[in-house]
C-alpha cells in the first residue's frame, strides 16, 4: 500500500484498502489507474481481481481489444460520477487528469473548466490546448481568450506570472504526486 500512496497518493492508498478488503470497483479503479500509468503486471493482477470477484465489466474487458482506450474512457466516466457527487471533485480531478493525458478531448476540457473555475489561469491554458489538440470543438476558443487574459489583460509582470506559475505547479505537483504530472 505504501508505493500506492507514493504514486498515486492518498486516492491509490484508498483504493488499496478497499480492493484488499474484495470490493470490486476498487479493484476495477486500480485497473484503470496502472494501466494508464504503464504498470501492466499490476494492471493486470487488479483486473483479475475485480473479475475473480464476479465484477462484469472486468470480465469484459479481460477481453477488449483496446484495453487503454477502455481505461481511458473508464477514467473519463468515473470523473464525471466523481464531479457529480459534488463534494468529491479531487477525485474527479485525479481521473480527469488520467483520462485527458491519454487523448480524452471531454476530460482535458473538463479539467480545464474546474481550473478556470478555480482560477488557475495557467493550468486551465494547458488544459484548454490538450484538450483543443485532441479535438474538443470549444476548446480552442477558451484557450485563445485564457491566454489572452493571462498574457495581456492584466497588470502582470513577468516575476508576477512566473510566480502565480510556480504557485499553481507545485498545488498540482503536491495533491498528485511526480509520477501523474
Not at 470490493?23 to 494501466?35: S, Y
Not at 483479475?48 to 481511458?72: M, S, Y
Request: charged residues 20%.
Amino acid at each position: 500500500m505504501r508505493r500506492y500512496l507514493r504514486w498515486f497518493g492518498r486516492t491509490g492508498a484508498r483504493l488499496v484498502r478497499h480492493a484488499e478488503a474484495g470490493d470490486a470497483q476498487a479493484c476495477l479503479r486500480l485497473w484503470v489507474i496502472t494501466l494508464l500509468h504503464d504498470r501492466l503486471a499490476e494492471a493486470r493482477d487488479w483486473l483479475h481481481q475485480a473479475a475473480a470477484a464476479g465484477d462484469d465489466e472486468a470480465v469484459r474487458l479481460r477481453a477488449h481489444p483496446a484495453p487503454r482506450k477502455a481505461a481511458t474512457e473508464l477514467a473519463y466516466v468515473y470523473a464525471t460520477a466523481y464531479e457529480t457527487e459534488g463534494n468529491k471533485i479531487s477525485l474527479a480531478i485525479f481521473f480527469y487528469q488520467l483520462a485527458g493525458r491519454h487523448g480524452h478531448a471531454e476530460a482535458a476540457f473538463q479539467l480545464a473548466a474546474i481550473h478556470a473555475g478555480r482560477g488557475h489561469q495557467w493550468l486551465a491554458a494547458t488544459w484548454f490546448s490538450r484538450a483543443a489538440d485532441a479535438g474538443h470543438p470549444q476548446a480552442s476558443g477558451r484557450f485563445t481568450a485564457i491566454s489572452g487574459a493571462i498574457s495581456g489583460g492584466g497588470d502582470l509582470d513577468d516575476h508576477t506570472m512566473l510566480a502565480e506559475l510556480a504557485r499553481e505547479w507545485r498545488q498540482e505537483h503536491s495533491r498528485w504526486g511526480a509520477s501523474t504530472v
